[in-house]
């Protein structure tokens, strides 16, 4: 099969199309054909060596954590899925299982390809919705589930004001309509040329990035690093909530402020909600991810290298 592959830790500008065996599943796993696949930071992070000396990977690796397709092939014991399911979902590279959850992990051997095999017993992966195209499924899984997270981890009442930095991004351009839907008067760093789309997601304005104001109720970060958040929480009222999804870690010392309610969310066990409940969320509607740039298959190493270095709106997209 052709895949997308790391030989060696570097670059993105590393990656090549490479033929390789279709992996085979084995008790408890599937085979899924896959249709579409998308872009995500670990697909960067992981194969230049960040996190070498933690999470080892073994070579070559396929990256790619998002996905919709087809089941193909059933491992002994699998009962929850038939053969032609058309499915979707987010699953973690096997390298780091320790991060994946404890009881019931989402592992994969790396989506973007033309077949990759699954855990099958997992709340991160659901049937696709009727209506809901391959490619919008293969770009909601993590936005999805992460906007989500976001919401039931970081309430917000009508009229209040919250500040979102990264709004531009795959879980930005989820969240902020749902932001928007709940009453608040989302505020949205931006660049000029994204500020119509932004508006149109449900943003009340938008400003660029470091350009904050002062005494907003809720800051969500989903792009600075986790200890570079003073700025940011200088932007937030006493008694503010500042809610980041990025690494390292925020701890509260690191604000310069111990005023401000810190929230740190990561959702690997599905307690929040899985695939299910973001597929039945795209199915009524409230729940939809933008796609910023569609690639095929031969151009997925180039699709990744255009994440690490060119700025998007919404998720890359690769059609296989």
Do not use: C
Request: hydrophobic content about 45%; glycine content about 12%; proline content about 8%.
């Amino acid at each position: 099969m052709k895949a997308v592959v790391a030989h060696d830790y570097g670059p993105p500008e590393t990656y090549t199309l490479a033929d390789i065996p279709i992996p085979v599943p084995g008790p408890g796993q599937i085979l899924v054909r896959i249709a579409a696949a998308s872009i995500n930071p670990a697909d960067v992070r992981l194969p230049s060596g960040d996190f070498r000396e933690s999470f080892p990977l073994p070579f070559p690796h396929v990256p790619g954590n998002d996905f919709a397709g087809t089941v193909t092939a059933l491992g002994p014991g699998v009962s929850a899925w038939r053969v032609g399911d058309e499915i979707f979902g987010q699953a973690v590279p096997r390298a780091i299982r320790a991060m994946a959850g404890s009881s019931r992990p989402s592992l994969s051997t790396g989506s973007l390809a033309e077949y990759a095999v699954f855990e099958a017993d997992t709340p991160f992966l659901a049937h696709r919705p009727q209506g809901l195209s391959v490619e919008d499924a293969a770009a909601l899984p993590t936005v999805g589930l992460t906007a989500r997270a976001l919401m039931a981890t970081t309430p917000v009442a009508a009229g209040e004001t919250v500040l979102v930095v990264g709004a531009t991004g795959g879980v930005g351009t989820a969240v902020v309509p749902l932001l928007a839907s709940a009453g608040a008067k989302v505020i949205a760093t931006a660049t000029p040329e994204d500020a119509a789309t932004m508006l149109g997601l449900g943003a009340a304005e938008t400003i660029a990035y470091g350009d904050y104001p002062g005494d907003v109720d809720v800051a969500m970060n989903l792009t600075l690093p986790g200890d570079e958040l003073r700025d940011l929480a200088a932007a937030l009222r006493a008694g503010g909530r500042l809610t980041t999804i990025t690494f390292p870690v925020t701890q509260p010392d690191q604000l310069g402020r111990d005023d401000v309610e810190l929230t740190f969310v990561l959702d690997m066990e599905g307690t929040l909600g899985g695939m299910a409940e973001v597929a039945d969320a795209a199915a009524r509607g409230d729940l939809k991810a933008t796609i910023g740039r569609r690639y095929g298959l031969d151009d997925g190493p180039r699709a990744v290298v255009d994440f690490a270095r060119r700025h998007s709106t919404g998720k890359l997209v690769v059609r296989m």
